[in-house]
């Protein structure tokens, strides 16, 4: 399989969370046997070439609030699937197996969450929002070949209220948006904690690369994927 056919999988890159960046690209690599490739989206890199040009703002939760939306037209695909998730994530299975069983006819596929955030402050001391689909957006399975997707152009993600865009009111009809099971985007401290270890853990209240949230769900393991990264990568620079 060449680069070209290898599964594109985008993480959203915020400069005030570069670990979080590289233990979610490193764990999901490490887990994986089949061969992806993947790509941060950087908002600073996407400005430089003119995809994106809204307004900066500071009130945005992280700097790829809106950018993700841009992971189709970075796929440079016109079929298959590509896949963006958020920074704050731990992958400790196979992402290739996210591919499996999908409905060719679905716009994206989405982790469909319903529930009531159990804390008001997030991350950093960040005022916890509430919206319908919440969290729907921090793993987007793109189907390249849809007429909605290939609509979602960066005229679209540059001008579209940031609503329209979380909400996925770009798809034309909702029975379009399919539905993967709770464990490929586990929300760490909303769910109960499973028996067995989600796929993928999202920490999106905090992780530990923050002081302040150590002692969540799942702490060990994202500190013990941390420790295999700095240890690889160290012994490299070495």
């Not at 959203?12 to 999901?28: K, N, P």
């Not at 490490?30 to 070439?49: G, K, M, N, W």
Request: glycine share 4%; net charge negative; with cysteine.
């Amino acid at each position: 399989m060449g680069n070209n056919s290898a599964f594109k999988v985008f993480i959203g890159y915020d400069s005030r969370e570069d670990i979080a960046y590289q233990v979610a690209r490193y764990s999901l690599l490490r887990h994986t046997q089949s061969e992806v490739s993947v790509h941060p989206i950087r908002q600073d890199a996407v400005r430089e070439l003119g995809l994106y040009t809204r307004p900066h703002d500071a009130t945005a939760t992280t700097e790829f609030s809106l950018t993700r939306f841009l992971t189709p037209f970075l796929s440079a695909q016109t079929e298959g699937w590509a896949l963006f998730t958020d920074c704050d994530f731990l992958f400790t299975a196979d992402i290739t197996g996210v591919l499996e069983g999908l409905d060719q006819t679905k716009a994206v596929y989405v982790v469909q969450h319903d529930y009531e955030p159990a804390h008001d402050i997030k991350m950093d001391g960040q005022k916890q929002t509430r919206y319908p689909r919440k969290n729907w957006s921090s793993f987007i399975l793109f189907n390249l070949a849809h007429r909605d997707v290939q609509a979602l152009t960066p005229e679209v993600v540059n001008s579209a209220a940031p609503a329209f865009l979380h909400r996925f009111q770009w798809i034309e009809n909702d029975v379009d948006i399919g539905a993967l099971e709770l464990d490929w985007n586990f929300l760490e401290g909303e769910y109960q904690r499973p028996a067995k270890t989600p796929r993928v853990i999202h920490y999106t209240n905090g992780g530990p690369w923050f002081a302040e949230w150590q002692n969540v769900d799942y702490a060990d393991l994202w500190l013990a994927e941390e420790a295999a990264y700095r240890a690889k990568y160290s012994s490299k620079a070495a």
